[in-house]
């Protein structure tokens, strides 16, 4: 008894230590599988936001909705603003129509801010960003969270569940090249 009380308290906790943030940044299969590689992200989830249908589905509609990812991290390992860093360092902030191979308004990048606090930390770092690139305009977009729709279930976890597939698609979309181009260099951010 006192093992199972120990466990639900040690999980209670755990539980109410958790933040959530949100980010589109293009394929959510690509930004779910970059957050999951950092250290103190519990859970990534893809899905939809930033529209006004409701439960859009990818094979359906999802018209006015970005493909987003639903972080969720313990905020004593990893900070908000790391994970803004770690969202800049993988998207192409200057491309306002689609990101990478994947092109329209659903693939476009945004960070979605629950509190003033996260808009302060998101508009923080996206001047940092700005000061990067002087002579471009950042396309990426702060924008209030409202609902977030988990996509179906055969897109979470596409990097883990489709490997070989997943390396081929993130490769013919030039998505690491673009990358190493856009934030190599002496400047981290």
Same mark, same amino acid.
């Given at each position: 008894?006192?093992?199972?009380?120990?466990?639900?308290?040690?999980?209670?906790?755990?539980?109410?230590?958790?933040?959530?943030?949100?980010?589109?940044?293009?394929? *959510?299969?690509?930004?779910? %599988?970059?957050? $999951?590689?950092?250290?103190?992200? !519990?859970?990534? &989830?893809?899905?939809?936001?930033?529209?006004?249908?409701?439960?859009?589905?990818?094979?359906?509609?999802?018209?006015?909705?970005?493909?987003?990812?639903?972080?969720?991290?313990?905020?004593?390992?990893?900070?908000?603003?790391?994970?803004?860093?770690?969202?800049?360092?993988?998207?192409?902030?200057?491309?306002?129509?689609?990101?990478?191979?994947?092109?329209?308004?659903?693939?476009?990048?945004?960070? *979605?801010?629950?509190?003033? %606090?996260?808009? $302060?930390?998101?508009?923080?770092? !996206?001047?940092? &960003?700005?000061?990067?690139?002087?002579?471009?305009?950042?396309?990426?977009?702060?924008?209030?969270?409202?609902?977030?729709?988990?996509?179906?279930?055969?897109?979470?976890?596409?990097?883990?569940?489709?490997?070989?597939?997943?390396?081929?698609?993130?490769?013919?979309?030039?998505?690491?090249?673009?990358?190493?181009?856009?934030?190599?260099?002496?400047?981290?951010?």
């Amino acid at each position: 008894m006192r093992i199972l009380i120990a466990t639900a308290l040690l999980l209670a906790s755990a539980t109410l230590q958790a933040a959530t943030a949100e980010f589109a940044g293009g394929c *959510f299969w690509c930004m779910e %599988a970059d957050f $999951e590689k950092k250290d103190g992200v !519990l859970d990534v &989830v893809s899905g939809f936001t930033g529209g006004t249908l409701k439960n859009p589905t990818y094979s359906g509609n999802h018209d006015g909705h970005y493909e987003a990812v639903r972080v969720t991290y313990d905020p004593d390992e990893i900070s908000y603003d790391e994970l803004l860093r770690h969202f800049w360092r993988n998207i192409d902030p200057v491309d306002n129509g689609g990101q990478f191979c994947d092109r329209g308004f659903s693939y476009r990048t945004a960070i *979605f801010v629950a509190n003033d %606090a996260e808009r $302060e930390a998101a508009q923080a770092s !996206l001047e940092k &960003v700005a000061a990067r690139f002087p002579d471009q305009s950042i396309a990426t977009e702060i924008l209030p969270a409202n609902t977030f729709w988990p996509v179906e279930e055969y897109h979470q976890d596409y990097a883990e569940k489709n490997p070989l597939r997943y390396k081929y698609y993130r490769w013919g979309c030039g998505r690491d090249q673009r990358l190493e181009e856009l934030w190599s260099g002496d400047d981290p951010y």
